[in-house]
Nanobody, 117 residues
Framework: QVQLVESGGGLVQAGGSLRLSCAASGDTIGISGMGWYRQTPGLERELVASIVKTNGRDTYYTESVKGRFTISRDNAWNMLYLQMDRLLPEDTGVYYC?????????WGQGTQVTVSK
């Protein structure tokens, strides 16, 4: 079992920055990868960025955030971060931390990010 707790969301003006954090606890050794998802009303939850554990370097970014967001983690995979720069109003949503754990996955409770024009 893995527990995930997000923090760092808030209200920011367009062009600003936020850094999201996700604290992982429990059997973090069993985590094979982690990621950040975003959900906006009326839309499906989408993968924003992810990082795999095999080498700790392979990352994925959805096209709309490339060059603006950076995903990172600590060496022990206890913390996951999402540095979000040059934020746009369309980045608004609830951001969820996700951990792939053997054949299942775990989710945090989400943190709201609101970007005003």
């Amino acid at each position: 079992q893995v527990q995930l707790v997000e923090s760092g969301g808030g209200l920011v003006q367009a062009g600003g920055s936020l850094r999201l954090s996700c604290a992982a606890s429990g059997d973090t050794i069993g985590i094979s990868g982690m990621g950040w998802y975003r959900q906006t009303p009326g839309l499906e939850r989408e993968l924003v960025a992810s990082i795999v554990k095999t080498n700790g370097r392979d990352t994925y970014y959805t096209e709309s955030v490339k060059g603006r967001f950076t995903i990172s983690r600590d060496n022990a995979w206890n913390m996951l971060y999402l540095q979000m720069d040059r934020l746009l109003p369309e980045d608004t949503g609830v951001y969820y931390c996700n951990a792939a754990y053997y054949t299942t996955e775990f989710w945090g409770q989400g943190t709201q990010v609101t970007v005003s024009k």
